[in-house]
């Protein structure tokens, strides 16, 4: 797949926000595009490829602004390329991790993607949310998506680390690192919290953002202020790194 084949809507939409027949063919191409995987137990193809984002974001004329758009029609917080998955596999393999929990997982957007692959690894692999987001009423999600709490699910379920896309504002991740067997919390959202979870964490836990994760993916208030960041257990002047 190359470019995207129509930028009309979105176009028009930034031109002409308040239009509601644009908003409509908006809402359509969207989701039509930024879709979830019709194979149940999920297909990494289904993500775009990063040619893909890479045109669409240099046809509009303010990018966040188009980012925003996106992530209210399709209820999409994080646009993982279709490159990024393989790279957080890549990764957890390199870290010894054979069970991941992927935290508020919300429609299952990279759920669908991250399920099959960690399977074909070797990865024991969950995707728990609540089900109580912003979206949560009126569009589908991947059938692979649990619907309880992600902090049970890892004092229950054990895993070795967990990745949490865009995780409320204000919510600390610190709490997972009570259960003894999590060594990694791999969090997609603002450098230093901004309005992703709590900057104290930036403060109190050891952490890095790894190249290898910050590029092929993107966030809801644009690419500038988006960043992967890796936690790990101990102090902030801990020698051990990811």
Known sequence: MGAPENFTELLDLL?????????????????????????????????????????????VPDQEEALIALSAATGLYFFP?????????????????RRL?????GRG????????????????????????GEFASHLPRFPGVETTDAFLAARQWRPQAIVYAWPPPGQSLAPFFAVSEVRFIIVAGEAGGGVT?????????????????NTCCRGRTGQARHQVTIFWRGSPSANLAP
Not at 36 to 47: A, E, I, K, M, T
Not at 109 to 132: H, N, S
């Open 15 to 59: 031109a002409d926000p308040k239009s509601f027949q644009v908003q409509r063919r908006f809402r359509r191409w969207a989701r039509a595009r930024l879709s979830l995987s019709p194979n149940p137990r999920g297909d990494h193809r289904q993500l775009l490829p990063e040619r893909w984002w890479q045109a669409l974001l240099a046809a």
């Open 81 to 97: 390329a279709r490159e990024w998955p393989p790279r957080l596999l890549r990764l957890l393999r390199k870290l010894g991790i």
């Open 101 to 105: 929990l992927e935290a508020g997982a």
């Open 109 to 132: 957007y990279l759920t669908q993607a991250l399920a099959p692959l960690c399977t074909a690894a070797g990865l024991e692999f969950r995707a728990v949310d609540r089900g109580d």
């Open 197 to 213: 979870g709590a900057r104290g964490d930036w403060q109190a836990l050891p952490h890095r953002s790894p190249p290898l994760l």
